[in-house]
Protein backbone atom coordinates (compact mmCIF):
# COMPACT_ATOMS: atom_id res chain seq x y z
CA UNK A 1 0.00 0.00 0.00
CA UNK A 2 0.89 3.65 -1.05
CA UNK A 3 -0.53 6.27 0.22
CA UNK A 4 -0.08 9.93 -1.09
CA UNK A 5 -0.74 13.16 0.45
CA UNK A 6 -0.31 16.31 -1.99
CA UNK A 7 0.06 19.99 -0.77
CA UNK A 8 1.05 23.54 -1.62
CA UNK A 9 -1.89 24.02 -3.78
CA UNK A 10 -3.76 27.52 -3.61
CA UNK A 11 -4.53 30.77 -5.50
CA UNK A 12 -2.18 32.50 -7.41
CA UNK A 13 -2.34 35.37 -10.29
CA UNK A 14 -1.98 34.53 -13.84
CA UNK A 15 1.80 34.18 -14.64
CA UNK A 16 2.98 33.13 -11.16
CA UNK A 17 4.21 30.33 -9.81
CA UNK A 18 3.64 27.53 -7.73
CA UNK A 19 4.76 24.64 -6.64
CA UNK A 20 2.83 21.26 -5.27
CA UNK A 21 4.76 18.17 -3.18
CA UNK A 22 3.03 14.68 -2.84
CA UNK A 23 4.61 12.99 -0.24
CA UNK A 24 4.18 9.19 -0.11
CA UNK A 25 4.40 6.27 2.58
CA UNK A 26 6.42 3.44 2.82
CA UNK A 27 9.92 2.43 1.95
CA UNK A 28 9.64 1.68 -1.34
CA UNK A 29 9.10 4.38 -3.50
CA UNK A 30 11.61 4.36 -5.90
CA UNK A 31 10.01 1.63 -7.42
CA UNK A 32 7.26 3.70 -8.26
CA UNK A 33 6.80 5.85 -11.47
CA UNK A 34 5.19 8.74 -10.40
CA UNK A 35 2.59 11.36 -12.06
CA UNK A 36 0.19 14.23 -11.57
CA UNK A 37 -2.77 14.75 -13.07
CA UNK A 38 -5.20 17.39 -13.01
CA UNK A 39 -9.32 17.99 -12.98
CA UNK A 40 -11.19 20.93 -14.34
CA UNK A 41 -14.63 21.27 -12.92
CA UNK A 42 -17.14 19.62 -15.17
CA UNK A 43 -14.08 18.01 -16.95
CA UNK A 44 -12.45 14.44 -17.09
CA UNK A 45 -9.07 14.09 -15.43
CA UNK A 46 -6.16 14.77 -17.23
CA UNK A 47 -2.70 13.34 -16.98
CA UNK A 48 0.07 16.46 -16.78
CA UNK A 49 3.88 14.98 -16.24
CA UNK A 50 5.26 11.83 -15.23
CA UNK A 51 8.67 10.73 -13.56
CA UNK A 52 9.99 6.97 -13.50
CA UNK A 53 11.26 5.64 -10.18
CA UNK A 54 14.64 6.92 -10.56
CA UNK A 55 13.89 10.10 -12.44
CA UNK A 56 15.59 9.16 -15.23
CA UNK A 57 12.74 9.61 -17.42
CA UNK A 58 9.42 11.75 -18.00
CA UNK A 59 6.71 12.36 -20.20
CA UNK A 60 4.44 15.64 -20.33
CA UNK A 61 1.72 16.41 -21.74
CA UNK A 62 1.68 18.89 -24.66
CA UNK A 63 -0.66 21.72 -22.82
CA UNK A 64 2.16 22.40 -19.84
CA UNK A 65 4.87 21.88 -22.24
CA UNK A 66 7.77 24.35 -21.49
CA UNK A 67 5.76 25.54 -17.90
CA UNK A 68 5.79 22.60 -15.91
CA UNK A 69 8.01 19.91 -14.76
CA UNK A 70 8.22 17.36 -12.63
CA UNK A 71 11.03 15.97 -10.23
CA UNK A 72 11.33 13.67 -7.38
CA UNK A 73 13.56 13.24 -3.81
CA UNK A 74 13.97 9.66 -3.54
CA UNK A 75 15.40 10.21 -0.17
CA UNK A 76 12.63 12.44 1.19
CA UNK A 77 9.79 10.11 -0.66
CA UNK A 78 8.31 13.09 -2.35
CA UNK A 79 7.39 13.87 -5.62
CA UNK A 80 7.15 17.62 -7.05
CA UNK A 81 5.25 19.36 -9.83
CA UNK A 82 6.88 22.90 -10.73
CA UNK A 83 4.43 25.62 -12.48
CA UNK A 84 4.92 28.70 -13.73
CA UNK A 85 3.68 30.88 -16.04
CA UNK A 86 0.02 29.72 -14.88
CA UNK A 87 -2.64 30.27 -17.32
CA UNK A 88 -6.62 30.61 -15.83
CA UNK A 89 -7.35 27.44 -18.21
CA UNK A 90 -4.84 26.00 -14.88
CA UNK A 91 -7.06 26.03 -12.64
CA UNK A 92 -8.07 22.30 -11.19
CA UNK A 93 -7.80 20.33 -8.68
CA UNK A 94 -4.05 18.27 -9.20
CA UNK A 95 -3.76 15.03 -7.80
CA UNK A 96 -0.35 12.57 -7.83
CA UNK A 97 -0.69 9.02 -8.56
CA UNK A 98 1.64 6.45 -8.03
CA UNK A 99 1.96 2.94 -9.89
CA UNK A 100 4.76 0.34 -10.75
CA UNK A 101 4.03 0.79 -14.11
CA UNK A 102 5.35 3.58 -16.00
CA UNK A 103 3.13 3.58 -18.59
CA UNK A 104 0.10 2.47 -16.16
CA UNK A 105 1.06 5.53 -13.92
CA UNK A 106 -0.34 7.89 -16.95
CA UNK A 107 -3.30 6.85 -17.18
CA UNK A 108 -6.42 6.77 -15.02
CA UNK A 109 -5.74 3.07 -14.00
CA UNK A 110 -3.02 4.42 -11.65
CA UNK A 111 -2.87 2.29 -8.78
CA UNK A 112 -2.25 4.55 -5.78
CA UNK A 113 -4.25 8.32 -6.04
CA UNK A 114 -3.92 11.04 -3.48
CA UNK A 115 -6.42 13.17 -2.27
CA UNK A 116 -5.73 16.32 -4.20
CA UNK A 117 -4.87 20.04 -4.03
CA UNK A 118 -7.05 22.92 -5.59
CA UNK A 119 -5.16 25.07 -7.93
CA UNK A 120 -6.85 28.47 -8.64
CA UNK A 121 -5.18 31.14 -11.43
CA UNK A 122 -6.84 34.13 -11.74
CA UNK A 123 -7.06 36.35 -14.75
Known amino acids: QVQLVESGGGLVQAGGSLRLSCAAS????????MAWFRQAPGKEREFVLAVSGSGGTTFRAGSVEGRFTISRDNAKNTVYLQMNSLKPEDTAVYYC????????????????WGQGTQVTVSS
Open 26 to 33: GRTFSMYA
Open 97 to 112: AADTSLAVVRTRSAAY
